[in-house]
């Protein structure tokens, strides 16, 4: 969906997402370390990535975001807003991806999933939800770290579910 939601914390920025970095983002999936963490790893072509992007920006109950770095600008990864309903005021959280080369480690994933928080809070929800592969401790991490609670009672092939309510 074109949206003109913005975040800019003290180490990032959250832009929408544009073409140009839509590619940028699919290049990051591909590699096999951010790859295995989504629930579809097949590798995605660059015609599949602009066939996507097309159909993203006609939805209207999903927005994405460029991460950039404010330091010097440099754009490490993507983080999603999708399947929003505003009248029950929920969204999904997701399709997050920070380079492990540009940026791994570095807490910027964290500092991605807070903004996307308070853009959600901007838009008057109530509820994010985020499923992640049970192997993916890294998000797992992530997740928890900005206030997500473990729904203990849902656990689908090998996924988990973490909830955040947010006022």
């Known amino acids: ?16 997402m544009t073409q140009e970095f839509s590619e940028q983002y699919r290049i990051f999936r591909n590699k096999e370390y951010n790859r295995k963490f989504f629930f579809d790893s097949r590798i995605i072509t ?3 990535q602009k066939n996507w ?5 006609n939805k209207s109950d999903e927005i994405m975001f460029s991460v950039f770095t404010l330091t010097d600008n440099t754009f490490i990864g ?14 999904e959280i997701g399709r997050i991806i920070i ?3 540009l940026a791994g480690g570095k807490g910027y994933g964290s500092d991605a999933v807070f903004g996307v928080c308070k853009i959600a809070c901007d838009l008057n929800l109530k509820q994010l939800v985020a499923y992640i592969k049970s192997d993916n401790i890294p998000s797992q991490k992530t997740f928890l770290k900005n206030r997500f609670i473990l729904d203990n009672d849902y656990n ?8 955040k309510v947010l006022f």
Do not use: W
């Open 1 to 16: 969906m074109k949206h003109t939601c913005k975040y800019f914390g003290k180490r990032i920025k959250l832009l929408p």
């Open 46 to 48: 660059k015609e599949a």
């Open 53 to 57: 992007y097309s159909s993203y920006l």
């Open 78 to 91: 993507g983080v999603g807003l999708y399947n929003i309903d505003l009248n029950n005021k929920t969204a």
């Open 99 to 101: 380079d492990k080369e």
């Open 156 to 163: 689908v092939q090998g996924e988990i579910k973490l909830y």
